[in-house]
Structure formats: C-alpha cells, structure tokens
C-alpha cells in the first residue's frame, strides 16, 4: 500500500500549488480520501476531505481554506488532488493525504513540503 504525495514547493503569497497523491495498493474508490497539514510546533489538522462516490462524492473543508482549497479525486487515475490558490504564509506546512474508512484512517502518504515566502 502507497500513498505518495506530491507537487509541494516554495510559492510566493498569492500564489496557487496543485498537490497530487497517487494511491496504490487498495481499491482506491471505496475510501474516503483527506488532506492534512501540519506547520512546524503544531498539530497535525485536517484540510479537506472527498468522500467515495457510494458516500455522495461529499466534500468539507476547514472554513479558514473554504474558497481558497479545493480537493477532489480521479478514480481511473486513483490520485486525489489538493489545488491550493491565494496561498498564505501561515499555509506553509507539511501536507499528507490520508485513506479512509468508516471514519478511521488506514494508511498515511510520507507528505509533501509547502512553503509560502516572497
């Protein structure tokens, strides 16, 4: 099983990053797919989350990244997406996508550094 993230990188305030996380190893469309970040002395929290199409395809973010983030998923490609626009310094993080079922992770991806400085 992998979760490989990607797409992460140094962008000005303002800017926009697409990142992607390629899944492999499980049947990709029966979980839940989410995004996570955790800055440097703080706690992983959660971005957003897609729901499996069985679920309704419903997708939630965090309010402070509602109409900033948007996430969706590629089944056929078994990669969700996290496209980030008008980006902040206080976004940059460490992003992880994460599977999940019945409301409880199974795997982790390994992340993916996102740093926002002019």
């Known amino acids: 099983v992998q979760l490989v993230e990607s797409g992460g990188g140094l962008v000005q305030p303002g800017g926009s990053l697409r990142l992607s996380c390629a899944a492999s190893g499980f049947t990709f469309s029966s979980y839940s797919m989410r995004w996570y970040r955790q800055a440097p002395g703080k706690e992983r929290e959660l971005v957003a989350t897609i729901s499996t199409a069985g679920g309704g395809g419903m997708i939630n973010y965090v309010d402070s990244m509602k109409g900033r983030f948007t996430i969706s998923r590629v089944n056929a490609k078994n990669t969700v997406y996290l496209q980030m626009d008008s980006l902040k310094p206080e976004d940059t993080a460490v992003y992880y996508c994460?599977?999940?079922?019945?409301?409880?992770?199974?795997?982790w991806g390994q992340g993916t550094q996102v740093t926002v400085s002019s």
């Open positions: 994460a599977a999940a079922r019945a409301g409880v992770i199974s795997y």
